[in-house]
């Protein structure tokens, strides 16, 4: 396999435009363990992990703006990240290891799309559009849109993810990300669950789940939301609103658990995100 | 074949290689320097730990055309003047080394983490490692002789 490394963006967009079977090798965490285990080969590959132009990390216009090349560890350390998206900061820093974090980027993270990627649920409950450029255009798709299936996005030929564009949230929401894995690091998530609640005193206003691992790609619980709405944080009462929540997604059984097993799981750890939110409420 | 450039513990180096061939395989193969292990060879054991740019990172998940221009330091370079590193010392005092063969690793995850944290609490210095496998130790001893380098820090 041949690397290259273009210099800048636009030699990047050339070279896809000549020769859309190019591979892109970000961080290389995804990327380097296919092409070792034989599952992706293509001849030449375009490094980009180094562009400057993709390592954006900035609030502007009221959105918090990130380039496709941002680490996890630097997302995960980031106080401005930690602020303004801190639910996406707690997704990251969960990411395998200090050295996978320090190599995988969040660009990278969306576009292997892989159904358990763990910056995604994060992504989603936070409203993030992703800026996908070509040579000749540039377009935005929200999260919710990018991903088709397993390992697919609407990415076209020629096209590359760049950034990724967060809007400032509300003051008063909070968030929280849970994820079970087989063990405490290096594991792929078994569930995992990114939760966006606005309170009234001790009444849920509005609330957002986005899980992962449980669904072709992440699963949004519509209905368990709803039935959250205007119920207090009391856990008694959160609990018979959750127990089921995995009834509204569709995991599959696999080497790491059974599909029962996680259906169980989203209700348990929407539960655990919750209850820990009403104890800082009633100790404070 | 192409030519990177890169410093490597300390000194200015050049490795003609196919543009392909993993930091990992340039460092035992090309270099000499066989102290980082392929553990596994997927980023899951942390056996390969080096660190690049004052980070830690698994060296065989990175190819030698990614670190044009770029610090690469091994356990190799950790010694100054012929002295060993505070951490190494460590390791041996404690008993923290068993069959060794995680431990070029286990280092240079301590020396990242202690480099960018020198005073960590116990739960950073075991999440500073978690990136690092040891069948043999059952990594008590390991965090006690990266606590007893953070400590003498202070």
Redesign the interface.
Known sequence: MDVVRPTNLAELLKELQLNSATGILAGGTDFLVNWKGNRINPSTVQSIFDLDELKALVVENGQLIIGAMVTHQELAQSPMVKKYAGVLAEACSLVGSTQIRNRGTIGGNLVTASPAGDSIPALWVLGARLTLRSSSSERKVAVQDFITGPGKTVLKPGEVLTQITIPLPDPAAVSFYKKLGLRQALAISIVSVAVKIKTVADTIETINIACGSVGPTVMELKNTSRSLAGCSLEPVEIWKRVAEAGMETSPISDLRASAQYRQKMVGALLYEGLYELYSQRINS | MPVYNFTLNGKPVQAALA??T?LLEALREHFGLTGAKEGC????C?AC?VIVNK????S????I??V?GAEVLTIEGVQADGQPDPLQTAFVEAGAVQCGYCTPGMIM?AK??LMNNPHPTTLEIK??I????CRCTGYVKIVEAIRKVATANK
């Open positions: 543009s392909d993993t060879g997927k980023g899951e942390g730990t980070k830690a990172v698994n065989c998940l990175i190819l055309s990614q044009e995850s990242a983490l999440e500073g978690a990136g690092n496998i």
